[in-house]
C-alpha cells in the first residue's frame, strides 16, 4: 500500500490578520518558519519513509518545502498544480466574510477574474492521478488550505458543505493511502 502525505505551509502574516491569500505571494511568520522546522523534526523523529517533496511555487509553500527538505533530507521538487486557487476580488479580504462563504458555495464561480474550484480541482486531481500510477514512490504534497480541501475530496466523499468548509492547520500533515 502507498501513502501520500499532504501539509499545509507554515503560518503567514496573512493568516494572522484572517485575510484571504489566494494566489497572492504572501511569506511566512517566524512562527511559519519555526512549524516548518518542527514539522521537519516531526517526519524525521517519527521515521515517515517519504522518496520526494512536491511544493506549490508559492514563496509560503516554497519555504515551508525548504525547511522540511533541509532537516530531513527529502529532495524537492516545485509544482505548479499545487498553486492555491486564486480567489479574484476575494484575496486579501477577511477569510471569515459572509460573502465569500456564500460564495465558496458555488463551485463554477471565478470570483470576478480567479479560478473556479473545479478549474482547480481538475489540475489538482490530474496531479493525484500521475502520482498514484507511481506505487514505488511516497511524496509530500506542501501546498495550501485550498488544495487540502480537493486532496481530502479525492480520497473520501464529502458533501458540498463538508468540502467548503474543510480545511486543516498550518503545519499541520495527513496521510492518505492508495
Known amino acids: 500500500m502507498t501513502h501520500l502525505y499532504f501539509t499545509r505551509h507554515g503560518q503567514t502574516i496573512w493568516n494572522v490578520e484572517n485575510k484571504i491569500c489566494g494566489a497572492t505571494d504572501v511569506e511566512l511568520t517566524q512562527l511559519g518558519h519555526q ?3 518542527q514539522l521537519g523534526e516531526y517526519i524525521k523523529e517519527q521515521g515517515l519513509c517519504i522518496d520526494e517533496i512536491l511544493y506549490s511555487p508559492l514563496i509560503r509553500a516554497a519555504e515551508t518545502a525548504k525547511h522540511i527538505s533541509e532537516v530531513t533530507g527529502i529532495p524537492m521538487k516545485g509544482e505548479m498544480r499545487l498553486k492555491e486557487q486564486n480567489f479574484g476580488k476575494y484575496e486579501s479580504t477577511p477569510r471569515d466574510g459572509l460573502e465569500f462563504k456564500k460564495a465558496k458555495e458555488n463551485f463554477i464561480n471565478s ?9 482547480l480541482a481538475a489540475r489538482v486531481y490530474h496531479l493525484l492521478d500521475e502520482i498514484r500510477l507511481k506505487k514505488d514512490k511516497t511524496y509530500l504534497l506542501v501546498a495550501h488550505n485550498g488544495i487540502s480541501r480537493i ?3 479525492y480520497f473520501r466523499d464529502m458533501t458540498n458543505e463538508e468540502f467548503a468548509y474543510f480545511g486543516i492547520k498550518n503545519c499541520e500533515i495527513r496521510e492518505y493511502e492508495w
Open 111 to 119: 470570483f470576478e477574474g480567479g479560478e473556479t474550484m473545479m478549474h
Open 35 to 37: 512549524q516548518a522546522v
Open 151 to 153: 486532496v481530502e475530496s
